[in-house]
């Protein structure tokens, strides 16, 4: 198994931050789970082969939103598989199971997360594999979120502190995709190609929710809204409307994009991107709603 991902063993950095010559619009982009590095360690652990591990990856959502810089917002993108590290969950949410010693008193072994396998550390990929073949030391789960998960969080609150700082208010997009498998068998007619999530109208202001779902609709996609998906951690947790810091979280169908079997990239991608460009100028041009009033 280790051949195939040869040519991700090398240590890479834990995010990529992408910014603009200059940030005119009010928007963080976050691609949490599109990062495809695959460290050894994961590889030598893990019992799935190559193709299967990255059932959890959002495969190529960082290409769909990058428009974002040349517009002018910055995007942060995670550089490390999820499958190794969820940076979209609470610092230590830990499935006692998958270790074989004794985890600190301070994590979160109940959580909903940890009872579907997909805590901090997954115990499985989204298909619902097992990803390991051996048990687990605490102390590599604990490394993991010092080199990874931290790194990602500090560059999140920079990035929305810079932008409060500038224009008063922030609007932070988390970008994800999703398995077409998990909108069930009703048939094309029946399935969303989107759903967006604002933690049941907790987590942004409610034009935010009306624009962007407007403007999909416009554009031809069939929308959802809070169901399957109302958002993860990072919508709860930065989605703070009282302070004005705004998140919303939007999950795009893979089948809309790729082969969910091969991850080959289909045409539509690009329009996909495009549409996802007009998205964030639509937003720009309803944020002054979210300025606070002096």
């Given at each position: 198994?280790?051949?195939?991902?040869?040519?991700?063993?090398?240590?890479?950095?834990?995010?990529?931050?992408?910014?603009?010559?200059?940030?005119?619009?009010?928007?963080?982009?976050?691609?949490?789970?599109?990062?495809?590095?695959?460290?050894?360690?994961?590889?030598a652990a893990s019992r799935?082969?190559?193709?299967?591990?990255?059932?959890?990856?959002?495969?190529?959502?960082?290409?769909?939103?990058?428009?974002?810089?040349?517009?002018?917002?910055?995007?942060?993108?995670?550089?490390?598989?999820?499958?190794?590290?969820?940076?979209?969950?609470e610092p230590y949410e830990?499935?006692?199971?998958?270790?074989?010693?004794?985890?600190?008193?301070?994590?979160?072994?109940?959580?909903?997360?940890?009872?579907?396998?997909?805590?901090?550390?997954?115990?499985?990929?989204?298909?619902?594999?097992?990803?390991?073949?051996?048990?687990?030391?605490?102390?590599?789960?604990?490394?993991?979120?010092?080199?990874?998960?931290?790194?990602?969080?500090?560059?999140?609150?920079?990035?929305?502190?810079?932008?409060?700082?500038?224009?008063?208010?922030?609007?932070?997009?988390?970008?994800?995709?999703?398995?077409?498998?998990?909108?069930?068998?009703?048939?094309?007619?029946?399935?969303?190609?989107?759903?967006?999530?604002?933690?049941?109208?907790?987590?942004?202001?409610?034009?935010?929710?009306?624009?962007?779902?407007?403007?999909?609709?416009?554009?031809?996609?069939?929308?959802?809204?809070?169901?399957?998906?109302?958002?993860?951690?990072?919508?709860?947790?930065?989605?703070?409307?009282?302070?004005?810091?705004?998140?919303?979280?939007?999950?795009?169908?893979?089948?809309?994009?790729?082969?969910?079997?091969?991850?080959?990239?289909k045409p539509f991608i690009?329009?996909?991107?495009?549409?996802?460009?007009?998205?964030?100028?639509?937003?720009?041009?309803?944020?002054?709603?979210?300025?606070?009033?002096?």
């Amino acid at each position: 198994m280790e051949g195939d991902f040869a040519l991700r063993s090398a240590t890479v950095p834990p995010v990529d931050i992408l910014t603009p010559a200059e940030q005119t619009l009010p928007l963080v982009l976050a691609s949490p789970h599109s990062g495809s590095h695959y460290p050894r360690d994961l590889v030598a652990a893990s019992r799935l082969d190559a193709v299967t591990l990255r059932r959890s990856e959002d495969a190529y959502v960082d290409e769909i939103f990058g428009a974002a810089p040349s517009l002018g917002a910055p995007l942060l993108r995670a550089r490390y598989a999820r499958a190794y590290l969820d940076p979209n969950r609470e610092p230590y949410e830990f499935d006692p199971a998958m270790f074989e010693d004794a985890l600190p008193a301070y994590v979160n072994r109940l959580s909903p997360r940890v009872k579907m396998g997909l805590g901090t550390i997954a115990r499985v990929v989204a298909s619902g594999e097992e990803i390991y073949a051996r048990k687990l030391r605490a102390d590599e789960a604990l490394q993991r979120v010092e080199r990874l998960y931290r790194p990602y969080h500090r560059a999140l609150m920079q990035l929305l502190a810079e932008t409060r700082d500038k224009f008063g208010f922030y609007l932070l997009v988390d970008c994800h995709s999703m398995p077409s498998a998990c909108l069930g068998d009703r048939g094309r007619a029946g399935r969303a190609d989107i759903v967006l999530g604002d933690c049941h109208g907790t987590s942004c202001h409610p034009m935010v929710m009306e624009t962007m779902h407007h403007a999909l609709s416009a554009k031809g996609y069939r929308v959802a809204r809070n169901a399957p998906y109302a958002g993860g951690f990072t919508t709860a947790h930065y989605g703070q409307p009282g302070v004005h810091g705004h998140c919303i979280q939007i999950e795009l169908s893979r089948a809309l994009y790729m082969d969910e079997a091969n991850f080959e990239q289909k045409p539509f991608i690009a329009r996909l991107a495009d549409d996802m460009g007009d998205i964030m100028l639509a937003l720009a041009a309803m944020a002054p709603t979210l300025a606070p009033k002096a």
